[in-house]
């Protein structure tokens, strides 16, 4: 069971370069979320998505982009790379009600 | 005001020892409540839920929860070298029609041999 998968792993962007990351789920979760991971800061919500077709701004979207592909699929785009947004990323799901969040492997994205 | 704050640490604790991470949240309607733990270079993964007030045991891990001073606490007894880690505190509420996951900064914890 693969749970929430995400790739790349690791990335190297140059200042005004374009990405995407992938994030995939394999629990049927309707939840989707993009995190960002600075030191001191905890994680901070970019954007989530809470069901199929559905996207919304979480507390830093600034420079960011979602798609929910489908309900498996939730994908972030940074459309001009900005030192700024060197962090590690990390998606997460959710299932029904209350219940907890589950995260994938994270990316590690350097901008330079 | 933080809606989830916990201490940053770093806590150090002698092997064998409880260690005691503490949290406070700010939304007295917020509906579960979770532990994470996230060693380094790796992702949180759930080591204990609460959703009720009062006491959750599970092995050497205690959740506590107490709903009325917004306040919920994990105990890691007979602490280990493997748990030394940084712990997030989660919170979940209703916000405006969808289901708020707010994460606290993390304790640090060092366990020493």
């Known amino acids: 069971n693969a749970g929430v998968t995400q790739t790349p792993k690791f990335q190297v962007l140059k200042t005004g370069q374009s990405m995407t990351l992938q994030c995939a789920q394999d629990?049927?979760?309707?939840?989707m979320y993009w995190y960002r991971q600075d030191p001191g800061m905890g994680l901070r919500l970019i954007y989530y998505?809470?069901?199929?077709?559905?996207?919304d701004k979480g507390e830093v979207p600034n420079g960011y982009n979602v798609s929910r592909l489908n309900k498996r699929e939730f994908s972030l785009r940074l459309e001009s790379a900005a030192p700024s947004q060197t962090s590690v990323y990390f998606c997460?799901?959710?299932?029904?009600?209350?219940?907890?969040?589950?995260f994938g492997q994270g990316t590690r994205l350097t901008v330079v | 005001q933080k809606e989830v704050e916990q201490n940053s640490g770093p806590l150090s604790v002698p092997e064998g020892a409880i260690a005691s991470l503490n949290c406070t949240y700010s939304?007295?309607?917020?509906?579960?409540f979770f532990w994470y733990r996230q060693y380094s270079g790796k992702s949180p993964e759930l080591i204990m839920s609460?959703?009720?007030?009062g006491d959750k045991e599970d092995g050497r891990f205690t959740a506590q929860l107490n709903k009325a001073s917004q306040y919920v606490s994990l105990l890691i007894r007979d602490s280990q070298p493997s748990d030394s880690a940084t712990y997030l505190c989660?919170?979940?509420?209703?916000?405006?029609?969808?289901?708020?996951?707010?994460f606290g900064t993390g304790t640090k914890l060092q366990v020493i041999p």
């Open positions: 997460a799901s959710r299932g029904i009600l209350y219940t907890e969040a589950f």
């Open positions: 629990m049927n979760h309707n939840s």
């Open positions: 998505s809470a069901s199929e077709g559905t996207t």
């Open positions: 939304d007295r309607v917020s509906q579960s």
């Open positions: 609460i959703y009720s007030n």
């Open positions: 989660a919170v979940i509420s209703d916000s405006g029609g969808y289901q708020k996951v707010t």
